[in-house]
């Protein structure tokens, strides 16, 4: 079993949108959590971090973590054209290694 | 402020020659990480420094794969010798202290081995 598993994807939803990605993990020393946009031939560049259980709002983005579950979402509200992006979960025990999901590829039709 | 710099941006090599990734983190980062990224996964830790000594290398294949960073700036990450298995793109991150809200990756190498 991986450490993290990110649903695959790919995703392809019309401009306007909620588009709405999922990890799930199964170490429980996770406390920190993370989403980042990866384009394409691009590093991967930080959308939200949350620590412990809860809800994060950041314009249109909203990260869910519920660690009973072991269980985080990202939602994109009203999705452009330029959120089209590979978004990958994160997550770590000390803040420092990061352990990825395997990336969900979104594409958002103008 | 500049990002993280990485060279060369792709290389070409057939198996068993060698290879070597050059990063220079951003100005005043104590951290670095070099991570692996396989197509169609996931990046994976090789290696952090703290400065120029080594915190975490326990997914490195030591056996190949050699990293340092002196001085506590910048860093390379050689491979000797390559196997095809090891094409994937090569991410630098550094962070300034506590890692995740702080990362910032460079753009990658991307390296193909045939």
């Known amino acids: 079993q991986k450490e993290v598993e990110q649903d695959p994807g790919p995703l392809s939803v019309p401009e306007g949108a909620i588009v709405s990605l999922n990890c799930t993990y199964s170490?429980?020393?996770?406390?920190?959590f993370m989403w980042y946009r990866q384009y394409s031939r691009k590093g991967p560049e930080l959308l939200m971090y949350t620590y412990s259980s809860g809800n994060k709002e950041d314009g249109r983005f909203t990260a869910q973590v519920d660690k009973s579950s072991k269980y985080i979402s990202l939602f994109i509200r009203d999705s452009q054209p330029s959120d089209s992006a590979t978004y990958l979960c994160?997550?770590?025990?000390?803040?420092?290694?990061?352990?990825f999901g395997a990336g969900t590829t979104v594409t958002v039709r103008a | 402020e500049a990002g993280v710099a990485q060279s060369p941006r792709y290389k070409i090599i057939e198996k068993r020659q060698s290879v070597a990734f050059w990063c220079n983190p951003i100005?005043?980062?104590?951290?670095l990480y070099w991570y692996q990224q396989i197509l169609g996964q996931g990046p994976k830790l090789l290696i952090q420094?703290?400065?120029?000594?080594?915190?975490?290398d326990s997914q490195l294949p030591k056996d190949r794969f050699s990293a340092e960073r002196l001085k506590g700036v910048d860093s390379t990450l050689k491979i000797q010798p390559a196997k095809l298995e090891d094409s994937a793109v090569y991410l630098c991150?550094?962070?300034?202290?506590?890692?995740?809200?702080?990362?910032?990756f460079g753009s990658g190498t991307r390296l193909t081995v045939v």
């Open positions: 420094f703290q400065n120029n000594g080594v915190v975490d």
């Open positions: 100005s005043g980062h104590a951290t």
């Open positions: 991150a550094s962070s300034l202290g506590q890692g995740g809200i702080g990362y910032t």
């Open positions: 994160a997550m770590s025990e000390d803040d420092y290694k990061l352990s």
């Open positions: 170490n429980s020393a996770f406390q920190y």
